[in-house]
């Protein structure tokens, strides 16, 4: 078989799992790895470094990492026979949790790399190369990290920026402040020097993101003087950079939903209406099992506030069945609100016991097949209520950023304010720009609609 990739220069395939830090984290490690020679692999055979970006957050994450390992065991052991060396790096929120652990189960690992560590990759790339064994790098230092990241290419119209990493909230459930440290906010000249750059490069969305993006705390940039900045006025200062159109922000704590930001989704047109704001559960009396600091009656007033600023918003949330503890009266609860709020989307997984954590030394876990019935319950009722959104915009025109090429010729793919997925039969020419869209219909996973004018249609 033919090698499809340039001989020149050497090759590097990630693969990232979890959430939108770690694909953020990924693509810095492309950027990183590139002024070394290293081209981007869409596959792993044959690659000369392999870095798996892993995630810690639920049990079946953090296995899938091991049975990848075993397949790249494989291929490694493939690519030595022809002459060759595949390094493999494990990076992310299991090699931070499970560094040592990871190296003893599987030898084949010559990198540990953690979330807070990986712009440190070339050295260690180096430093496997000069030395046999396994290297280890888990260290917490977050500023380090952002300040010695190369400038970044975009990829598209949209892109991530973290603006904030880490938790301090310590949930009960959660491995998070564990493996991604605590709560730390990137100053707002790095953020406005990141958001510049990608807009120059015709980014036009930027979704900013952090662990607990809400919390994100400033002091205001040079020149400005003030009071320390929340989320809602650095989203504003953002605004105000040519080339951007929208912005979002992701995910949100209830408990650090603050005035401020409040009144900026009601205000800023370029902030989408739409927010992720998970709950976790509705009964009162697992929310305080699960330290999540705020009543089922605090989170539903706090939408009606926010909802009162920016009528339009919509809602999507995380929820997590058979915690600890869990009667079905609890489980009601949840349904209950859930049918309160009315979410446009939303993501619920069954409880995971994670070692380390203060849920996996409770009482009264709940039976595995009682978390799969309230999970398959709760997961039919947020989906009608997701398919009852998407068909309330039949009949709207709604602003689509259009983001690539659909599956039809001459169809493109966008995203509509509220992030559904738009199919619309469109120009070439409107790929990276946002048009009117005339919604005129609903499939399963996204919508589809019609240019608004003939000039667009025709342009
Ligand atoms: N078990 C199940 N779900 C979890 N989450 C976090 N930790 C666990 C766990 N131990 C979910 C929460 C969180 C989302 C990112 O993952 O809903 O908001
Ligand atoms: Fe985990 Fe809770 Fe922090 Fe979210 S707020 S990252 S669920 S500890």
Same mark, same amino acid.
């Given at each position: 078989m033919t090698d499809p990739r340039p001989k020149q220069g050497k090759s590097v395939f990630i693969r990232t799992y979890g959430c939108q830090m770690n694909v953020y984290d990924s693509e810095r490690m492309a950027g990183l790895l590139k002024p070394l020679g290293y081209g981007v692999a869409?596959?792993?055979?044959?690659?000369d470094l392999v870095i798996l970006n892993t995630c810690h957050i639920r049990e079946k994450a953090a296995e899938k990492v091991y049975s990848e390992l075993g397949r790249l065991k494989r291929l490694k052991a493939d690519k030595a026979k022809a002459g060759g060396e595949m390094k493999i790096a494990v990076a992310g929120c299991v090699a931070q949790a499970e560094g040592p652990e990871i190296t003893a189960r599987?030898?084949?690992? %010559?990198m540990v790399v953690g979330p807070q560590a990986y712009h440190r990759l070339p050295e260690l790339i180096a430093k496997a190369a000069r030395e046999r064994g396994d290297v280890l790098d888990t260290d917490f230092a977050v500023e380090e990290k952002f300040d010695r990241l190369a400038a970044r290419e975009a990829e598209g119209p949209t892109a991530f920026l973290t603006v904030q990493e880490g938790c301090d909230?310590? @949930?009960?459930? @959660?491995v998070v402040p564990y493996t991604r440290g605590a709560e730390v906010s990137r100053n707002v000249d790095a953020i406005v020097a990141e958001a510049r750059s990608l807009a120059a490069q015709g980014v036009k969305e930027i979704t900013l993101i952090g662990?607990?993006?809400?919390a994100w705390a400033s002091n205001p940039p040079a020149g400005v003087v003030g009071d320390q900045w929340g989320l809602g006025e650095l989203c504003r200062h953002l605004a105000?950079? %040519?080339?951007?159109?929208r912005i979002r922000f992701t995910t949100s704590h209830p408990r650090d939903m603050d005035d401020g930001l409040i009144a900026a989704l009601g205000?800023?047109?370029?902030?989408?209406?739409y927010l992720h704001l998970p709950?976790?559960?509705?009964s009162d009396k697992i929310l305080k099992a699960m330290n999540r600091g705020h009543t089922a009656e605090h989170y539903v007033k706090l939408i009606e506030r926010i909802r009162a600023a920016r009528p339009d918003i919509a809602l999507s949330g995380d929820f997590i069945v058979?915690?600890?503890?869990?009667?079905s009266e609890d489980f009601e609860a949840t349904l209950a609100l859930v049918d309160t709020v009315g979410y446009a989307s939303a993501y619920s997984f069954k409880y995971s016991r994670r070692p380390g954590t203060p849920g996996a030394a409770m009482q009264k876990q709940v039976a595995e097949d009682e978390k799969d019935d309230r999970l398959a319950r709760l997961q039919s009722l947020l989906e009608r209520q997701r398919q009852a959104f998407n068909e309330a915009q039949i009949g709207a025109e709604l602003p689509v950023l259009f983001e690539k090429p659909g599956r039809h010729e001459g169809q493109l793919i966008g995203r509509s304010p509220y992030l559904q997925s738009v199919h619309v039969e469109a120009p070439?020419?409107?790929?990276?720009s946002v048009a009117k869209v005339k919604i005129e219909g609903v499939t399963p996973n996204a919508l589809a609609g019609a240019l608004k004018t003939k000039e667009e249609a025709a342009a």
């Open positions: 869409e596959t792993p055979e044959g690659a599987a030898p084949q690992v %010559d909230k310590f @949930c009960t459930f @959660c662990q607990n993006v809400n105000r950079i %040519d080339g951007i159109e205000e800023e047109e370029k902030l989408m209406p709950v976790q559960a509705g058979g915690f600890p503890g869990e009667t070439q020419s409107l790929l990276g």
